[in-house]
T-cell receptor
Framework: GAVVSQHPSWVICKSGTSVKIECRSL??????MFWYRQFPKQSLMLMAT?????????EQGVEKDKFLINHASLTLSTLTVTSAHPEDSSFYIC???????????FGPGTRLTVL | GNSVTQMEGPVTLSEEAFLTINCTYT??????LFWYVQYPGEGLQLLLK?????DKGSNKGFEATYRKETTSFHLEKGSVQVSDSAVYFC??????????FGQGTELSVKP
């Protein structure tokens, strides 16, 4: 149980294009999902917290117009990197939290490379 | 707010050696404590957790005990395997289910 998937697992795009990453909880309902960014050999940096049916809460320094987050259902959250640039290249990881449970379950991550 | 300090890596051990990765935290109240493991190129997997003082979390031969008096949650394994090579993250929980991650400790186990 408690499986979280991400799609795609990797993506290469041209500078200026937008990329959408999906995060799904496969066998439970996730009232809250989190989006993280990880640079090589570094820890995870929380970007935003997403609650189903409401606007995401972004961490300080994260541009909400750059990283659009939608959590339209209890099993799906999406992160759209708009007008991507090479500095947005990173490993993006989502996690999901069920209501009343204190354990985050993580997706396998999405490697984004912007040329 | 909560914070966490982990033992710096990389930690290099021979197969069957004893492993300890230290983790200390500062927190308001008594948060749940987690260890996650990240294998190369993958997301994080929950390794074990403890929800209250003196609880011992265990999984796959790994153990960690919630020490309130020393605010620590050290990870131990009696005999590591090559397949345990990964990055290990200690993380106290926070309000709203957030996690506060340490910097991660890379473990390399040699045959």
């Amino acid at each position: 149980g408690a499986v979280v998937s991400q799609h795609p697992s990797w993506v290469i795009c041209k500078s200026g294009t937008s990329v959408k990453i999906e995060c799904r909880s496969l066998d439970f309902q996730a009232t809250t999902m989190f989006w993280y960014r990880q640079f090589p050999k570094q820890s995870l940096m929380l970007m935003a917290t997403s609650n189903e049916g409401s606007k995401a809460t972004y961490e300080q320094g994260v541009e909400k117009d750059k990283f659009l987050i939608n959590h339209a259902s209890l099993t799906l959250s999406t992160l759209t990197v708009t007008s991507a640039h090479p500095e947005d290249s990173s490993f993006y990881i989502c996690s999901a939290l069920a209501e009343g449970v204190d354990t985050q379950y993580f997706g396998p991550g999405t490697r984004l490379t912007v040329l | 707010g909560n914070s966490v300090t982990q033992m710096e890596g990389p930690v290099t051990l021979s197969e069957e050696a004893f492993l300890t990765i230290n983790c200390t935290y500062t927190a308001t109240g008594y948060p749940s404590l987690f260890w996650y493991v990240q294998y190369p190129g993958e997301g994080l997997q929950l390794l074990l957790k403890a929800t209250k003082a003196d609880d011992k979390g265990s999984n796959k031969g790994f153990e960690a005990t919630y020490r309130k008096e020393t605010t620590s949650f050290h990870l131990e394994k009696g005999s590591v395997q090559v397949s345990d090579s990964a990055v290990y993250f200690c993380a106290p929980g926070n309000q709203g289910g957030k996690l506060i991650f340490g910097q991660g400790t890379e473990l390399s186990v040699k045959p």
